[in-house]
């Protein structure tokens, strides 16, 4: 909730990385703060909100979750486009989606013209870890 006579600043913000990498999950822990262990791939892109109350501004975070599956590659302009801040995910188990995480970091080099900040734009690498069970 926005504290009276706070500055309010309205930020999109935009999760990039290939499929199974956590992106979700991430989204739903910052904004609801849960975690699901089996969560289902999201389709397309999903959307959620986020309110932080600092002392010198409130932020509003319009995040969009888009779908790691490559048939979906082609709609991420859509969404990153006019963004404030961009978060590659990747799997430190897996590398290629390493490699894929510097593509996605190429692009949005390339892609200026659709961000907020044309020369600047706040770009986060965030690494994830999937746990593989091993049954006795």
């Known amino acids: 909730m926005a504290r009276p006579?706070?500055?309010?600043?309205?930020?999109?913000l935009v999760l990039l990385g290939d499929m199974g990498t956590g992106?979700?999950?991430?989204?739903?822990r910052f904004v609801k703060g849960q975690f699901y262990e089996n969560q289902e791939p999201t389709i397309g892109a999903a959307f959620?909100?986020?309110v932080l109350s600092l002392t010198e501004a409130t932020v509003k975070f319009d995040?969009?979750?888009t779908a790691g599956q490559e048939?979906?590659?082609s709609l991420a302009p859509m969404y990153y486009r006019?963004?404030?801040?961009?978060?590659v995910v990747y799997d430190i188990s897996n590398k290629d989606t390493f490699a894929r995480a510097k593509k996605w970091v190429q692009e949005l080099q390339r892609q200026g013209e659709?961000?907020?900040?044309k020369k600047t734009v706040l770009l986060?690498?965030?690494?994830?870890f999937s746990l593989v069970y091993v049954i006795f």
């Not at 006579?5 to 999109?12: F, H, L, V």
């Not at 986060?124 to 994830?128: A, D, V």
């Open 124 to 128: 986060f690498i965030l690494f994830t």
């Open 71 to 73: 048939r979906y590659h």
């Open 63 to 65: 995040i969009w979750d």
């Open 48 to 50: 959620f909100t986020q």
């Open 114 to 117: 659709y961000l907020q900040y």
């Open 23 to 28: 992106k979700t999950s991430l989204a739903l």
């Open 82 to 87: 006019g963004a404030a801040a961009a978060v």
């Open 5 to 12: 006579g706070n500055k309010i600043i309205q930020a999109k």
